[in-house]
């Protein structure tokens, strides 16, 4: 069974920066790329970034590009957001998906609260 487990988020201000974690079981992690996804208030899901199963590629949302970076450690089974200079447009719940950019996802975790607030 696959388990994707988020941790790291909390309240930052403008400007801030966070590191976001997320644990992987269940499934040959190498194997696989992920994805970071997130929902805003009153928003549908919105798709962040992604990484390949070696982690030697990696694409971002326009709206994040330059200022979050998504990383992996094989022998960790963990995916990372760094994000960087955050904004209160980045307000969310963000969520490790197990795939690369799609419409829907099979697996997903319990989600982690970004809140970015002066």
């Known amino acids: 069974q696959v388990q994707l487990v988020e941790s790291g988020g909390g309240l930052v201000q403008p400007g801030g920066s966070l590191r976001l974690s997320c644990a992987a079981s269940?499934?040959?992690?190498?194997?696989?790329?992920m994805s970071w996804v997130r929902q805003a208030p009153g928003k549908g899901l919105e798709w962040v970034s992604d990484?390949?199963?070696?982690?030697?590629?990696?694409y971002y949302a326009d709206s994040v590009k330059g200022r979050f970076t998504i990383s992996r450690d094989n022998a960790k089974n963990t995916v990372y957001l760094q994000m960087n200079s955050l904004k209160p447009e980045d307000t969310a719940v963000y969520y490790c998906?197990?795939?690369?950019?799609?419409?829907?996802?099979?697996?997903w975790g319990q989600g982690t609260q970004v809140t970015v607030s002066s």
């Open positions: 269940g499934f040959t992690f190498s194997s696989y790329a």
């Open positions: 998906a197990l795939g690369p950019k799609q419409d829907e996802y099979d697996y």
């Open positions: 990484i390949n199963s070696g982690g030697g590629s990696t």
